[in-house]
């Protein structure tokens, strides 16, 4: 029974949906800005150009740097195996302390943007008050003594409808398809 519990506790939850309301909401909001950017981005397309430029350079000179410090670091390449697992676990150790941070920082996100869908749903569901303005509820139903209502028949004469025809059969029946 515990599964089933579970279940409709995760099925009762609207946090996935406010949270989900909130991420498209967050992307709206952000997608609007687009424009704005991108004009203002071609309207300085020289300055961009030499930004690029610049960037590129300084990436060429880090890679060199980078290549040189890699050579370095594999000639003197400590020989002692416990020095390298001990590096190894406290790698290992900082990586779980930042992976537990990024767990938390994840879960404020989640929570952040659950707050904001919730509100996005509540100002998209019309007539749904807030609570201090729902109305009363209203007075009880009295019990009405039932009336009794007296209707006459009168005779028909009815002729039964002529047959249809095979014809007329079918064109109904494939109508009805």
């Known amino acids: ?29 952000k997608l609007r800005e687009v424009p704005g950017r991108v004009e203002a981005l071609a309207a300085d397309r020289k300055g961009a150009q030499e930004k690029a430029t ?57 929570d952040e943007l659950a707050e904001r869908g919730k509100v996005v749903v509540d100002k998209a569901r019309p007539g749904t008050p807030d609570e201090a303005e729902r109305p009363e509820p209203a007075a009880e139903l009295v019990e009405a003594e039932p009336v009794a209502e007296v209707v006459e028949v009168s005779e028909v004469d009815a002729e039964p409808a002529p047959k249809k025809s095979a014809r007329a059969r079918k064109g109904a029946a494939d109508a009805a398809e």
């Open 54 to 110: 610049a960037r590129l350079q300084e990436a060429q000179s880090l890679l060199t740097g980078a290549q040189a410090k890699v050579t370095e670091t594999v000639t003197t390449l400590p020989t002692d195996l416990k020095a390298l697992q001990e590096r190894a676990q406290g790698f290992a150790l900082q990586q779980v302390a930042r992976a537990v941070e990024l767990a938390v920082k994840a879960k404020e996100t989640y």
């Open 1 to 29: 029974m515990p599964i089933t519990d579970e279940i409709k506790k995760t099925l009762g939850d609207p946090t996935p949906l406010y949270a989900l309301a909130g991420a498209g909401d967050l992307a709206y909001e």
